[in-house]
């Protein structure tokens, strides 16, 4: 596993915990759905089940086994790389805003179509971290296994943005938030621009030529 100089706990603490509350709150879910999709997912707030939490608690919360498993596996991955860079607070600062701009996206979407389903999961951040990396490491090579095609990040990152903006925009694979996962690139985009791309800075670092696969 590239990038890997220890454990993830003392290496990349923040992606760490991060993780482990996901899955906290993933075996609540198990144990009582109900309550924790009406206390802790995103609802509209023209819907009764609305709380001031939920554009943060959402980002916690999981639809299934294989949405938490592809998540987490994705945050592991990338969000190593990125939290390394960006320092434990600024990867932080980049989670939450990436889910607070997801959570916006969707919500502005439910508004104009009125359609006030719940919405769960931490797509959106992970969305802005894998646009992250594709800012900082534009030319590492990403293998999927499904399709098995390796590309350079950013092209990844690039057709990944592409199929959910067609996706969303036509409607297709109803029951994802694809607003939402475009809402976290959005802001993904946007902080790794102001914290790393100003003129002067050094855009090259040493992991630009790992390798990567990636399940997807």
């Known amino acids: 596993?590239?990038?890997?100089?220890g454990t993830l706990k003392q290496s990349s603490p923040a992606t760490y915990n991060l993780i482990v509350v996901n899955v906290i709150f993933y075996v609540a879910t198990l144990i009582n759905e109900t309550f924790m999709v009406k206390t802790f997912g995103l609802w509209h707030p023209a819907v009764p089940?609305?709380?001031f939490w939920q554009p943060v608690s959402y980002m916690f919360m999981h639809g299934g086994f294989w949405h938490i498993f592809f998540n987490m596996y994705s945050l592991w991955i990338f969000g190593m790389a990125v939290e390394r860079i960006t320092g434990?607070?600024?990867?932080?600062?980049l989670?939450?805003?990436a889910g607070l701009g997801a959570a916006a996206a969707q919500l502005g979407v439910q508004t104009f179509t009125h359609s006030y389903f719940p919405t769960v999961g931490a797509s959106g951040s992970i969305y802005g971290i894998i646009v992250a990396f594709a800012m900082l490491f534009p030319e590492a090579k990403l293998t999927l296994l499904f399709p098995p095609i390796t590309l350079?990040?950013?092209w990844m990152a690039i057709i990944f943005i592409g199929i959910e903006l067609f996706t969303g925009v036509t409607g297709t694979d109803q029951g994802v938030a694809h607003f939402a996962?475009?809402?976290g690139a959005l802001i993904g985009w946007l902080l790794i621009l102001w914290w790393y791309r100003r003129p002067g800075?050094?855009?090259r670092n040493k992991?630009?030529?790992?390798?990567?696969?990636?399940d997807y």
């Open 201 to 203: 800075r050094n855009k």
């Open 88 to 93: 434990s607070r600024r990867f932080l600062i």
């Open 181 to 183: 996962h475009l809402g």
């Open 49 to 51: 089940y609305f709380k």
């Open 207 to 214: 992991y630009d030529n790992h390798y990567i696969h990636y």
């Open 95 to 97: 989670y939450f805003l």
């Open 152 to 154: 350079s990040a950013k």
């Open 1 to 5: 596993m590239p990038y890997n100089q």
